[in-house]
Structures are given as C-alpha cells and as structure tokens.
C-alpha cells in the first residue's frame, strides 16, 4: 500500500465514522433524548479521534521514518488510558448512561470493519471479472 492509498483510506475510514456518528445520533435523538445523543456523539467524536491518533502515531514511531519521536510511544502505549478517561469524563459530565458512550466509541471499529468487508468484496469481484 503506498502512502498515497492510505491517505484515500483513512479519509475514507473518517467519512464513514462521521455518517455513522451522525446516524447514530439521530437514532439515540429519536428514541431517547438529547443528553443521550450527545453521550453518543461525543462517544463517537471521540472514537474517531483515537483512530486518527493511531494513524498519526504509527506513523510517528515507524522504524523506516527518519524523524521518530520517541514521546510518541509513549503517548502510543497511554492512548488507550486516555480514551478511558475521555469516556468516564463525558459520562460523569453528561450524567448518561455509559451505554450511548461505548456504543458511540464503537463507531470507528464499525467504519473499520465495513472498510474491510468492501475491500474483500472488491477484491473478489476484481478476480472473477478477471478470470
């Protein structure tokens, strides 16, 4: 995968937790209320940001890179502390159940795995048009 390809990925993984964020939001809208929404969006909005700093971050300690930064595996391996701490402060803030939050956070994994499902049947389409 060149550098370019990843760019197209990642701005394309980022679109899709926006629409499912915002989808989800409207959901939790319409059958709950706006404290749970906004639990939600946030939870979401906050998802996003970790698969954005994931990106940044591998980016920032590969090997192959000329100007490593060493704080950055630093910040790598407490991200997922952070993320934590981000979740219960927007709970505590909001007063709302966890439940919209985590789901909210789920959002990236979501996008994620609906990229990976589109790639696969790309690619066998790819090979028996093909054949």
Known sequence: M???DL???LAWLYRLGSIYAVIGFAAYLYAADAREATGFLLGALSGIGN???FA???RAIDPGRLSRKPWATAVYAVR??????LAYVIVKLLGVSPLPVILGLLVSAAAVLTFLATEVIQT???KQTTR
């Open 80 to 85: 997922l502390l952070l993320l934590f701490v």
């Open 7 to 9: 760019t197209r990925s």
């Open 51 to 53: 698969l954005w700093l």
């Open 56 to 58: 940044w971050l591998t």
């Open 2 to 4: 060149t550098e370019r």
């Open 124 to 126: 066998l389409l790819k």
